[in-house]
Nanobody
Framework: QVQLVESGGGLVQAGGSLRLSCAAS????????VGWYRQAPGKRRELVAQ???????IYADSVKGRFTISRDNAKNMIYFQMNSLKPEDTALYYC??????????WGKGTLVTVSS
């Protein structure tokens, strides 16, 4: 069992930046997929960015060019740099770890609020 703990959320003005971090209690293997999801009030949880098993990254169209996902397997950390934030980015952000050999883990989320 792996526990994920997100941090770095907060209140920021539109145009500002935040860096989210996700600490894993266990080893993150190079073949594991990692991702960031978000859920805004009244909306479904959506994938925002992911690093797949082969190392390729995907981003939601709404964040391309503004957000960057990264990982540090040696430190068992997942990061999310968010720049040029918009009010519509306001949501609870979750990190996800999907094991190459089975197992899907989620953190409890960190709240990002962007004021206009």
């Amino acid at each position: 069992q792996v526990q994920l703990v997100e941090s770095g959320g907060g209140l920021v003005q539109a145009g500002g930046s935040l860096r989210l971090s996700c600490a894993a209690s266990g080893t993150i293997f190079s073949n594991d997929a990692v991702g960031w999801y978000r859920q805004a009030p009244g909306k479904r949880r959506e994938l925002v960015a992911q690093i797949g098993r082969g190392g390729s990254t995907i981003y939601a169209d709404s964040v391309k060019g503004r957000f960057t996902i990264s990982r540090d397997n040696a430190k068992n950390m997942i990061y999310f740099q968010m720049n040029s934030l918009k009010p519509e980015d306001t949501a609870l952000y979750y990190c996800n770890l999907n094991r190459f050999n089975g197992g899907d883990y989620w953190g409890k989320g960190t709240l990002v609020t962007v004021s206009s």
